[in-house]
Structures are given as C-alpha cells and as structure tokens.
C-alpha cells in the first residue's frame, strides 16, 4: 500500500510517499481501507522536530492520527464489526494518512450514512480536542465564554460544542468569517488590536470561561478580563499552568464513547466540521504547505 513517511526531522520536503506492507489484522483488531484522513497543525510540529522531547518520532516515521474508511478485514475475536462496515477511527500510532490502517476495535465507530467522509475523516483530533476544552470548563446555559481561533480546526468546533450547552459564545477571529459564525448563533469579533479585551467586555457582559485553541496569549487575555483562571482552557499554550489555567489534551477524551457522540451531533445537524480543502495522498506536501499557512477555515483531509 501507499503511506506517508518521513526519515528524519525537516521541512514539508522530507515527506514521501512510499509502498509499505498492507496491515493485516491481529486479535481484537480492524484493517480499515482509508477514505479521509484529516491533517492536524501539531503534526508539523512533531515532522519539523520542535516537540521531540514530548512526542519524538521513530524513523521512519508516519503520519496522521485520524481517519474514516471502510473496514477491510477483521482479527480473532472482534464482533462488532464485519467488512464492509463504514466507520470514523483513530490510531495512535501515527499511521492513518495511508491506504490502510490497522487500530484495536475499541478505536472505531460505525459512521452514519449522513456523515460525509471528508467530516468523518477529520474529526477525531479537532472534534476530541473541542470536546475536552468545553468539558475542561463545565460550560452550562449561564456562561460567556470566549472562544480563540474560532473558524481554525479546533475552534469552529469548539465554538459549536460550547453553544450546544446554553452558553453565550464569543468567537476571535478575522472578519472573513464572522458570517459563518453568525450562522452558529457565535458572537463575532475581531481578534486583532490593543482594545481587545475591552471589545470582549461590551458585546455580552464580563465573560465566565475562555477556551484557547491558539496560544500566544490568550490566556493573558482571559486573566485579563477577570475569569477565573481554572475556567480557561488551553491545548496550545503549554506554560498556561503556571498561572492555574488548565493545558487540556485532546487525549483525555479520546474513546469511542466521545468518538461516538460527536458522529451523532454531525447526524443529527448540532456540529458541522468546515472542510477547507480535500488533497489526494500524493499532495500531502501542498496540504500541509497550505495549512501552515495560517487562519484556515477549519479542516483540511488527505484522500488515498
């Protein structure tokens, strides 16, 4: 099959596609003919070599954590699922952006018919991600939260998750898409300029809850305007403890209870994922060119 690799740590120049061996499924585990794999911002990170200390790669190295397919064979024991089954997964071990991938049934969700693949195949990192800040903080119907990045990968989902309990949502972001959060019932300001916190303060009263899917100073932003620090929330700024903000990972609710329920809200028309763009398994360069060029508008899949 074809896969993703790269042999040492570099620029977007070092990933190759190369035939590899197909997997074949062990005990309790699924082989899964991939149909989308979306691409995650912290996977140029771990190719570039600045979180070796944190996540290292082991060369060569592959690619992509999510993915939505069509099961093509079964191991020993597995029940649940038969060839043939569409399903939306995750693999831990850097290896969905391929023809196949292989992850333990307990990995995989059935993907209901009204779930597109390009959706479905870039939910996990995002959709988990999201679904970890808003949990992180306990957002009910009596909160204003604000929401950083709010049209990127993470935030346009976090933005929908926090609206579908109660809360009052405040989105950053560029005006380019302030209508696309108007249409998710999300408050849109502008994200840049000194009088941000200010801004914040006029559209909804003083807010109650941040959600950083961004960094670079957003939990500045929310001490700022007086929320409590253990209700801010970040997955992108590392040394936010320091100031008893909570540094959340996507893992904490990565399982296919979690997995599970965001296919549902999909289905059921509460979550939208944006796809920006679709690129076949050969332009993985040109996808990840595209997004580290900065502020797309949600997510971007590999199709093998």
Known sequence: MRAVRFDSYGPVEVLKVVQVGTPTPRAGEVVVAVRAAGINPGEIGIREGRVHERWPATFPEGEGSDFAGVVDGVGVGVKAFAPGDEVVGFTNDRASHAEFVRVPVDQVVTKPAEVSWDAAGALF???????ALVETV????GDVVVVSAAAGGVGSLAVQWARNTGATVIGLASPTHHDWLRAKDVIPIDYGGDDL???VRAVAGPP???LDAHGGGYVHLGLTLGIVPGRIATIADFSAGRHGARVVSHSIAATADVMAQLVDAIAAGRLEVPIAARFALDDVQDAYRMQA???????????P
């Open 197 to 199: 916190a200010d801004r």
């Open 125 to 131: 990192v995002a959709g988990t991600s999201a679904y």
């Open 208 to 210: 109650t809850a941040l």
């Open 293 to 303: 060029s900065g502020h797309v508008h949600g997510k971007i899949v590999l199709v």
């Open 138 to 141: 306990g957002l009910g119907s």
